[in-house]
C-alpha cells in the first residue's frame, strides 16, 4: 500500500515526519540501499504530544535495530 508523503508536513527529526496535529507518523530511512519506511497511527492513544514523539523515535531505533540483526549471520561467529 503506498504511503501518501503530502500530509507529513512536520519535520521532527531525521526520518521522522507528523502529520499537523502529531497524531501519525512516517518512519523512513535507509538500510542496505533500500527505503524502508512505515506509518504509525497515535491517534486513537491518550497521550500528549511529547509522549507520542518520545515513542515515535523509540519505535524508529527498533525498526533500525531490527533490519541490523536480521543481516547478522551467528553461525558464522560459532564456527570461527
Known sequence: MAVDRKQFTQKIETGIKSNGDCTEFYLNFKFNGKSKQKVLDYSK?????RTRISN?????MLEK???????INFMKFILS
Open 56 to 60: 515515535v523515535k523509540a519505535q524508529l
Open 45 to 49: 492513544k491518550q497521550w500528549d504530544k
Open 65 to 71: 535495530n531490527k533490519e541490523v540483526n536480521e543481516g
